[in-house]
């Protein structure tokens, strides 16, 4: 059908964007299934090493669509710069009283990728090719433990649970992490392959191609009214019901149903009243 056709197409053109951006910005394509994370908050996971008399914390932060939006209280100093995507503070305590300031502050992927940093995606299936999620890889990171730098990454195993929408309280999970590449678990029900096709469309502002039908005929048989009525006023000079087009057959419209239903009836009867066919 050649209007579903032109609409697929143009669907496909209107997406193709927002797939293809470099950053990271809770959308991703694999393999041919597109994920969309959007819908997944902004989080922090806490870690506590225990080392009496102190602990330390190490806060995990990342924002799946994009950089990082700090509390308003939080000093500058003891956070990560504008545009970290995912960052660790490490912070000591001593009998039960936060230091001062941080003992390190880690940069570990920016918001903004460079070309040798953009994001990577690694569909993960199971052996009957079943989508079980989606690994992203994010880079741009870079910390130097004493002399010694280190180039920072996140790898984020995105793992498809239908039951959890990803916002809950133990969805994202701190896996590892070796001074150069965090692990971040983040069970989630966008992680799923029919996650995409199962949101309403409508929420996503775009029409079916039943309602775009239905405005089309709509749009049609309007027209075609209002300009057989024009035809007729201004070549016949018809008025009142004549105007419209077709208004014989309008008009007789009532008798055709009517006689349509008799007949109907007498068929499901089987009384087989042939007579009643001679009305047309
Ligand atoms: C996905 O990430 C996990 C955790 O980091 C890792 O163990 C696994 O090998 C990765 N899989 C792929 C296909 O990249």
């Not at 660790?88 to 003992?103: I, M, Q, S, T």
């Not at 918001?111 to 993960?124: Q, R, W």
């Not at 149903?257 to 007498?266: C, W």
């Amino acid at each position: 059908m050649r209007p579903q056709t032109s609409l697929s197409l143009l669907s496909t053109l209107l997406l193709l964007p927002i797939f293809s951006l470099a950053d990271f910005t809770g959308t991703a394509e694999a393999d041919g299934v597109k994920f969309d994370f959007k819908e997944l908050k902004q989080r922090s996971a806490v870690v506590v090493v225990k080392e009496e008399p102190s602990e330390t914390k190490k806060t995990y932060t990342i924002n799946p669509n994009g950089e990082i939006e700090w509390e308003k209280d939080v000093d500058k100093a003891n956070r990560c710069a504008d545009g970290t995507q995912v960052c660790l503070v490490e912070w000591p305590w001593h009998d039960g009283k936060a230091d001062p300031a941080p003992l390190h502050i880690i940069p570990i992927a920016n918001a903004k990728s460079s070309k040798d940093s953009e994001p990577e995606y690694a569909i993960l299936r199971d052996s009957d090719k079943k989508v079980l999620g989606l690994n992203v890889t994010l880079h741009g990171g870079e910390y130097a433990y004493g002399e010694e730098k280190f180039k920072q990454s996140a790898v984020v195993e995105f793992l498809c649970d239908e039951k959890e929408d990803g916002n809950g309280d133990d969805a994202l999970k701190v896996v590892g992490y070796d001074r150069s590449t965090l692990r971040l678990e983040w069970k989630t029900k966008h992680a799923c392959e029919n996650a995409l096709k199962d949101t309403p469309s409508g929420s996503k502002g775009s029409w079916g191609f039943f309602t775009w039908f239905i405005v089309i005929v709509f749009l049609a048989v309007a027209a075609y009214l209002i300009f057989g009525s024009w035809l007729n006023y201004n070549k016949y000079g018809a008025r009142g019901w004549d105007l419209l087009p077709h208004s014989d057959t309008l008009r007789d419209l009532p008798y055709l149903i009517k006689d349509f239903l008799r007949r109907a009836v007498n068929t499901f009867q089987g009384s087989g009243g042939r007579g009643g066919y001679s009305a047309i």
